[in-house]
Structure formats: C-alpha cells, structure tokens
C-alpha cells in the first residue's frame, strides 16, 4: 500500500481524488487546493471533507445563527458563550452551569438503541469537557404516528438506548417530551440534554497551547465505527485489497464513559488539563483542529501511537472514526505522569500521541512520515458559509387560512366529556411512565422534581440546597403553521414551566430539527424559526448559550415540520420552595392566570378530535410571559402556592387532569364569566398557569395579581374524587387514571 | 463515639455517594472504599452500593465479585462482619455465594424506575431492626437484573428460617408502588443470611432517607439507623 | 492458535424471557415451526499454547466459577479444530 504523504502529494499534483464521494462541492475542493498551495492528501483531504460537512461547520445555518449572538440579552450570568462546547451559566454561590441539547437523529433511525445510547453518551461528554461533573440527562423525542408499525420498532429501541446508556452512567434523567406525528415517520426526533455543574474556577476550555504541552488521547481505543464514507479512500484510491464498507453504526460503551467522567473529573480536581475536546462527530480530525485553531496554531501528532481496537485501520479512518468514549487532554509535560497514573487507577487507556508546537501547522506523521500539514483554522473554522435562497413556501396562506376555529365544536356536556377522555387518551396527551420509568431518575440522590413535573430539578449544594431547573419544549404544529411565532411559543413554553416550578429562567439552548436546506421553503422555515428565537430569547432576557442543527430530516420531498426544541435553564436558590404540579390537598383553591382566547389552531384538541392541522398558532405575548413568570416564581419563594401547572397543548383540561392524578385529588371547576366550556376547557392561549392556593394565601396571592397586572380568576377547588366542570359533566379520577395511562403501553407493550 | 461503615466503590458503580450520604445522615461516619484496596480500614460495617459495576457485563456483579476487597469482606462477613448489598450490590452477594441464589433480567425486559412498596418480614436482621415485622415501606426501585431466583429447595429454606426479609407487596395500585416489578420468585424484594448480618435488597433505601429528594420518602433511613444502634449497642 | 468454546445456558428450569420474545417474534416474521428459544451466551478463547488435558482442566474451572453462574446456568467446553 502506497502511503499519500505531503512529498507524494507535492509530487503528483495530478492524482485524482474521490472529493464529490465524499461530499465536497468542486469551489470546495478548489478552495482546499488552494489553501494548501498543492493537492490534499488522502489523509487531508478526509480531514476537510468532514470538517466541512453540513454537520460539523453549519455552512447552511449559520449566516442565521449569528443572530442569537447579535441579538443576545446583556445577561451578567453568561461565563462562556456560544462557539466552545457548551455555554456556562452563573448561578450563584460561585457555581455554574453548563447545558446543552444535541440531535442523534438519523443514527437512531438506522439503528434505534445504538443511536439513542451514544447521543446520550456525545453530549454528556461535551458538558465534561467543560469541566463540569454531569449531574442530569434530559431526553426530547419525537417519533411517526404512534400506531405505525415502524413506531413500534423505533420507539422501545431508543427508549432502551437512553436507559441503557443513561442509566448504567448513573446519571439521573428529569425531563424531555414524547411526541408522536405522522410527520416524524422515518425521521424521528432523538434530542438529547445534559446539565453539568461545576466552580466557576473550574471551568475548562477547548484549546491547545504552550509549546511543549502533550497531546494525550485517552478513553476507548479507536476503531472502525462511523466511517463509512471515508472507507473509499482506503478501498478505492489507495488499497483495493480492503473491506469497502465500514460500519456506519458507532456502538456505545457506558461503562468506559462511566469510568472516563470519574477519571476526568478526578484529573480536574487535581489541575492537570490546559485545554481538553471530546471526541464526537468526525473524531480526531475534530479534535485536533479545533484543539489547535484555537490555542496558538501548531500541533505535531504521531498518528501511529492511537491505540486501535482494529490493526487494519488506514491513516484516513483513524483520523475520522467516530469511536465513542474517548477525550484529548492538552497536558504540561510536568503533570503527564500524574495523568497517566490517574488514567491507570480507572482503567482506562491514554496515550501520549502528540505535542503543541510553536508553528502554526497541524502536522500528522504517520511512522514517521508527513501525511497532514494544515494551518488548523482552515480546517475547523474557515469551512464554506451559504447563503441558501429561502421563501415562504406557496402554500403557507392556504395552511394558516384553514381556521381551527370554524371546525364543529363539542354541543353539550356529554360531548365535552367524551372529547376530554379522548384527548387525555391520546398517544400525546397520555401518560408517559411507561417509557421515563426506564431511566433511572433517582440516581445521586439529589432530584428534586422529574418528569412528569413541568420542569426537572436537580440541587446542586446539599448545604445551601442552591437547585437548576431545565425544562424543554417544541411544538412542529405550532412551527409549521408560523415558524416564527412556533419557535417563541416552545421558548415561552420552556420558560414558564421553568418559572412554574419555581425557579428563574437563565439562558437557552436550542436543537433546530428542520428538512433540507436545499428546499426554499424549508430555509424560510428555518429563517423565520431562528428570527424568532433570536428575537424571542432578546425579549424574556434570557441568551442562547449552544446548541445545534439537525437538518435534512425528511423522506423524499417532504420535510418534517419545523421543530426547534429549546431548553431553559433556570436557578432556584431554595429547592425547599420548589413547587410541583400535584394538587396534593383538597380544600386548595385553583386559580387560573392569563387571558383565555379562542386559540384552536395547531391545538391538541384539534388533532385529536378533527385530525386537522391549520389556522394560526396562538398569539405570543413576551411581556406577559415574563410577568406570569415573576408572579409564579415569587408565589413560590413566599409559599403562596402548593401547586402550579403550565398550559400548552391540551389547554387546561389537560394540566388539570395531569395535576388531579399526579395528587390523587379530584377538583370542581366553575366555567368563569364570559368564557364558554369549550374555549375554557381547551384553548391552547399562551401565556397561562393553574395554580393551587391554600386558603390562608389567597388574598395575598390574588393581591399580589391584581398590583401586578397579572388576570387571575378564581376556577374552582381541589375536592373529592372526580373532576366536575359544573352543569358539564364529571368524570371519576379512576376512569381519567385507565384512560390517561392505558394508552402507551397499549401500543407499545 | 459512632460507627464506621464502609461504603465500597467498584468500577462502574453509581450509588455510592449515595449511600454515603444516607450513613451520615443516619448519624454514622461514612468511610469510602475501593475495589483494589483489600484494607477495610477498619469500618464496623459495608454497604455495597448499587450501579452497574463492570457494566453489567458477563452477570450482574460478576466481575466485582473477584475484586480484592471483596476477598476480605467475604471474609469478615462469614465471621460476622454486617453487610448490605443494594441492587449491584445484592447481585455481587449472591455471586460471592453469601446470599443463595441469583439474579435474572426483570421477566419484562425492560429497566424499571418506580416508587416501590415492601413489606419488612424479618425484623431482627442487622439492618432491619429499626423496622417492625410487618411493617410496610416505600422506596425507589430500579434495576435492569432484579428477578430473584432459586430453586424450589432452597426457597422453602429460605421461608422456614424466616431469610426472607423483605418482600414486594403485590395487593394494591400498582400507581401507588403495588406489584412485582421484575418478576422475582415468591415477591422476594430482599433476604438474609442465616446470622443475619449480611442483607441483600433490590430496591434503593439510599434513595429514600430525605423528604426534599427521589419520592419524598424517608423509609429507607430505617436500614441505616438500624446497623447504627446495633453497632453503637455492642 | 487453539480456540476453545465455552457455551453457557440458562438451566432448562429457569424462565428465559429474552428467548421466549425471540419466539413469540418469529410467527410475526414468517418463521413458522420454532417449539422453544433458549438464549444463551458463546465464549471464544483463543488459548496460548497446548490444549491439553491440563489446559482444558483450567478452561473447565474457569467456566465454572466465572463464565457461568451454576445457580442458574450450565455450561459445555468444546475444542474447535
């Protein structure tokens, strides 16, 4: 086998090599050319082709992105913006936080478990990186119509996935969404959060520099996983005697992660690290590029020391494999014994497979020999930027002209309650347990709310009980009716379930999951979605700190609807004062807080009842979000209220139910003045909360409203066994219970 | 003067700090160990943590159960030392062969995260005596290898010596914590040797010990306050 | 180098649930005529050196008091020319 290395390359500037295959446009591979003064080796030409995929360099997104930076709200709480693995949050007591959300989408299509369990697995790695001790995994997910047969393989696999991976790291999982739409089918939806804690002083970032400074790889030893694409190099233009296909399936190893978060962490306490990368997407030639780009420039690596899993790896493959569970350390040659020997005490292997340099090459030697020789920033920065044409897409007008209002409407109580089982019955609006009840949400003893809440909190000082909140919602339905008002609406979702639980919002990471950029109309959706979010995040205070961008989910020309998921964080300083949803005591006064308007489009209750999706979603309005967020949360700090439950879809039949069983407490509701039960019932209005009020607060509570300019009307009182909507109907908790939780395991049991 | 007791951390295990705090909180002095040390440093007790020790991988537990300071803690507990094994932890004990049996993958297949509720059927154990027989508890169950099994033989030992110590209760809404979660022969939740001073347990007490966090349960504090007094006792 | 196979089964006696939704899957999959699944785990060692009597002794002790849990499994070595 012929080695390509830099004097080869030099020497036969002819040799054609297999860019289109590997997915470079010809102004791209023109463009590598001419940065290299030469053609690209094998190994080089690997490197730019990944680094400069969609994927890894946002060439389509990010000329919209930019905005989240442009428009980002002066917020003192921000340590580490967008652009290193994941954004840091102050939240007080000297700690901070770090949080991020990432899509594994078309892996967990191919292969259900294995793609769930190292989406998992890469974003708990990238918050480590931060230098901060993982501390809750939160999972979003969205899959086709949940009585399609391929649901039924796709779904159990990723939910195994992320249990079998989350749990045997032993990190607690608190949140995330189960969405099902027919729209998902063959492009689910696997997001995945995670939250670290750490000291301010702690927190670690990516690069490399000081001459001198080791390399060190360390973790899993690397094999053939993720590659499959750049096996033609090796097959086709260097060795036509090897395998041609590589797995594209990269398997995880829970139990190496597990051994390297406590190695790691054991290696910051001990300030052994100058700069430390994970390895994900596109592996070393991620790591090493952006490790030297951003640190002084220069990198030498001896490629032929990475410890491999398989002999027979080229060059080309080592640099791109997407073997999981592994991490570079930037390390003082002082502190490299240290290193080692912690790496021994957890058993996991590291190797010292390069230096930083005071060039500004990345150099890769191969036995010896040159087989990469970059300036880094090309590599990991300078990748193509496209401006995509977009266009609202013809039939837009037609979709938001198809009015959710004019559709027939239940008449009488008997049909308001068969409508209101049917929707708590419906595979959206059910009773998720049988699928959070396979992660493990106990594990290190310190959360303080989990799914089913409105937010998952987990306390992060046991002395001061000092607690983060994060919450993530999206709504496809709502985005694909208006994607700029869809995109704020899963903002204000997230921040009211964050502040309904009683903590203050912080900051925002997003996971934009569109279909192809190629497509005008997707690109406005795109556009519209981040312009909203951009704008939105501006109005409630709260910056966008990460996150990323899953495009090219769709079947043929359909694309899924636009869904961008967000994630807030929030800090409660008394987890003590967290308040949960369960309407724990009868006697409790239930007020509703906002304005109710005749919002049916995009709702639950349309789909459920008409199978219909048109109209406008509902209107958003910022201002009243934040003030219904600083009534919930000093409602909580000054133990106003025993209960608080945020309203989306479903509207507040839906939260009252969720509420009534969570506490085993019936409720009698009283439609209010100039409100009729339907509207009242299920209207999707943003900006609203139920609340709980024990009686001794009520005045101070409804005082605090009306000061406040917060509508507040009193609906009923938590009481009995049934919940009865007066001259309507009533339906016993029991027969709610059946239906609200029969659904999920009914179809996938 | 109060007791040590020696929570042990092997490699992939998750509960220890866990079950660390639970001791402190039950007014013991926490002392970490580690798998490679056979040292106990002097500890009057062990409490062998849950997790997924060696990922799980041949058997539940079977790996650790060849670790170095697992020789010494098979040791001391034939001599008397008390120890408790909870979920990994319980599976190590029956791969060590000081509890009878052994642990299958839940007759579901699927891992299970729930509030649990057990019945407390021995009470004079070394870590039930803060119990009363009878009594019922609540507390986190969560295990991906939770069916116990013996044979026939050895689980009619196990009722008439009264080594059965805690069973799964199964009469009720399975919504409030009722039921067989994993399959386990006879709803055995957790049993004891024939001295007493060595319990395996599938649910999680370590989880249950403050109202702020997990269910807002505090029964599992019992099993720690137990081996307390009657370490403090002797 | 000789590989060595241990293969280890749970006893007939123990329920086997991962078998039992192999089987219940094959009628869904067209495979018609499965009475019983039992799954069970496959171990290749390759061994340095000669199998014999002495080795196979070793393999035999291996598998007995770490491959396989006697409580609940059986196991079988077999030499694989």
């Not at chain 1, 880094?376 to 920065?381: D, F, I, L, S």
């Not at chain 2, 159960?65 to 979920?87: H, W, Y």
């Not at chain 2, 932890?89 to 791969?95: I, Y």
């Not at chain 2, 939740?189 to 024939?194: P, S, V």
Request: glycine residues 12%; negative net charge.
């Amino acid at each position: 086998m012929t080695l390509d290395t830099v004097k080869h390359a030099g020497e036969t500037p002819d040799t054609e090599l297999p860019w289109a295959e590997l997915g470079l446009k010809q102004d791209e591979y023109a463009r590598i050319r001419e940065i290299l003064g030469r053609r690209p080796t094998g190994a080089e030409l690997a490197m730019y082709s990944v680094m400069w995929s969609e994927h890894c360099s946002y060439k389509s997104s990010k000329v919209h992105l930019k905005q989240f930076g442009e428009k980002a709200p002066a917020n003192d709480a921000m340590l580490v913006g967008i652009g290193e693995n994941a954004g840091v949050v102050d939240v007080g007591q000297g700690y901070a936080v770090t949080f991020k959300v990432e899509s594994h989408n078309h892996p967990s299509y191919i292969e259900p478990y294995q793609g769930a369990a190292t989406g998992v697995g890469g974003i708990v790695r990238d918050i480590l990186a931060m230098g901060a001790r993982p501390v809750a995994v939160v999972d979003p997910l969205r899959f086709g119509a949940a009585d399609h047969p391929d649901t039924k393989r796709v779904l159990p696999g990723v939910v195994a996935g992320i249990g079998g991976y989350g749990n045997c790291l032993g990190l607690p999982n608190i949140g995330g969404e189960v969405v099902f739409d027919a729209c998902y089918q063959g492009n689910p939806l696997v997001n995945a959060g995670c939250i670290g804690v750490m000291k301010h002083e702690d927190i670690h970032l990516a690069k490399a520099s000081g001459p001198g400074n080791k390399v060190i790889l360390y973790g899993a030893r690397t094999g053939g996983d993720g590659i499959g694409g750049v096996s033609v190099l090796a097959s086709e233009t260097f060795d036509d005697s090897k395998p041609t296909k590589r797995p594209a399936v990269q398997v995880g190893d829970p139990f190496q992660e597990k051994l390297l978060i406590e190695c790691t962490l054991e290696i910051f306490a001990e300030k052994l690290v100058a700069g430390i990368q994970d390895l994900g997407g596109a592996g070393l030639s991620c790591a090493t590029s952006e490790l030297a780009s951003a640190g002084t420039g220069g990198m030498r690596v001896e490629l032929d020391t990475v410890p491999l899993r398989d002999a027979t790896l080229s060059p080309e493959e080592i640099l791109m494999s997407e073997s999981q569970e592994r991490m570079c350390a930037i390390v003082e040659p002082r502190h490299v014994e240290r290193f080692l020997e912690i790496c021994e005490k957890w058993d996991v292997i590291a190797t010292v497979i390069g230096e930083v340099t005071d060039g500004e090459r990345l150099e890769i030697f191969w036995h010896g020999e040159q087989i990469v020789d970059v300036p880094p920033g090309t590599v990991a920065h300078e990748g193509p930027t496209y401006h995509r044409p977009y266009e609202r897409p013809s039939w837009q007008d037609a979709l938001q002209a198809d009015d959710a209002g004019a559709l027939p409407r239940p008449a009488g109580g008997d049909e308001l309650k068969d409508q209101v089982l049917r929707l708590v019955s419906s595979p959206n609006q059910a009773s998720k347990a049988w699928i959070t009840d396979q992660y493990d949400r106990f594990v290190q003893g310190n959360t303080v709310l989990a799914q089913p809440e409105d937010s998952g909190m987990i306390r992060i000082d046991e002395d001061t009980d000092l607690g983060v909140a994060i919450a993530t919602d999206g709504n496809g339905r709502y985005a694909k009716l208006d994607p700029y008002t869809g995109a704020q609406l899963a903002l204000a979702e997230a921040y009211r379930n964050v502040a309904a639980s009683g903590a203050r919002p912080l900051a925002v990471s997003d996971c934009l999951n569109f279909g192809s950029p190629e497509d005008p109309a997707v690109m406005w959706q795109f556009a519209e979605a981040t312009r909203g979010l951009a704008d939105g995040c501006l109005a409630l205070g709260t910056p966008v700190t990460g996150g990323n961008v899953s495009l090219y989910n769709q079947t043929g020309e359909t694309a899924i609807h636009p869904t961008p998921v967000v994630a807030v964080l929030g800090v409660i300083d008394d987890v003590n004062r967290r308040t949960p949803i369960a309407f724990a005591e009868q006697g409790q006064l239930l007020y509703l807080l906002g304005d109710t308007r005749e919002e049916f489009g995009g709702s639950a209750w349309s789909e459920v009842v008409h199978g219909h999706l048109g109209g406008l979603p509902p209107k958003v309005d910022l201002d009243r979000e934040r003030l219904l967020g600083e009534i919930l949360i000093s409602a909580s700090r000054d133990g106003m209220v025993d209960a608080a439950h945020d309203l989306s879809d479903g509207g507040l039949v839906q939260a009252v139910v969720e509420s009534c069983l969570r506490g085993g407490n019936g409720a009698r509701l009283v439609v209010p003045d100039g409100l009729d039960a339907f509207t009242f019932l299920f209207s999707e209005s943003a900006g609203r909360a139920v609340v709980a009020v024990p009686r001794s607060e009520e005045l101070r509570f409804t005082d605090m409203c009306g000061a406040r300019g917060l509508p507040a009307v009193r609906i009923g009182v938590v009481d009995g066994e049934e919940i009865d909507v007066q001259g309507e109907f009533t339906l016993g908790l029991a027969e709610l219970r059946a239906a609200h939780e029969a659904t999920i395991p009914g179809l996938l049991a | 003067m109060t007791a040590r007791i020696g929570v042990v951390t092997f490699p992939g295990t998750l509960d220890d700090r866990d079950a660390l705090r639970a001791v402190r909180l039950a007014g013991a002095e926490p002392v970490a160990l580690w798998h490679r040390d056979k040292d106990l440093h002097q500890v009057d007790a062990v409490v062998l943590p849950g997790g997924f020790s060696y990922g799980d991988y041949l058997r539940a537990g079977a790996i650790s159960r060849f670790s170095p300071v697992m020789e010494t803690i098979i040791e001391q507990a034939k001599a008397g030392l008390p120890v408790l094994g909870i979920c990994n932890g319980f599976q190590v004990l029956t791969e060590a062969h000081l509890l009878p049996g052994a642990m299958l993958q839940n007759d579901h297949l699927h891992f299970v995260c729930r509030e649990q509720r057990l019945r407390v059927e021995n009470a004079s154990t070394a870590w039930s005596a803060d119990f009363e027989a009878g009594q019922e508890i609540s507390i986190p169950l969560k295990n991906m290898d939770g069916r116990y099994t013996a044979d026939e033989r050895t689980l009619d030992e196990l009722e008439a010596e009264g080594r059965v110590a805690f069973r799964y209760l199964t009469e009720g809404d399975p919504a409030d914590g009722y039921g067989n979660p994993n399959g386990s022969l006879r709803n055995i939740a957790g049993i004891t040797n024939a001295a007493g001073n060595v319990v395996g347990l599938m649910p999680h007490p370590e989880h249950a010990v403050e109202p702020l966090v997990g269910t807002g349960g505090t029964d599992g504090l019992g099993f720690f306050t137990s081996i307390l007094k009657k370490l403090v006792s002797a | 180098m000789a590989r060595v196979v241990v293969d280890v089964m749970l006893k007939p006696e123990i329920l086997d649930p991962q078998g039992q939704a192999v089987q219940r899957a094959l009628p869904r999959l067209g495979f018609d005529g499965i009475a019983d699944v039992r799954q069970g785990k496959r171990f290749e060692l390759d061994v340095e050196g000669p199998v014999d009597d002495a080795a196979l002794a070793r393999i035999h002790e291996m598998a007995e008091t770490f491959l396989a849990n006697t409580v609940i499994e059986d196991f079988t070595v077999k030499v694989e020319s």
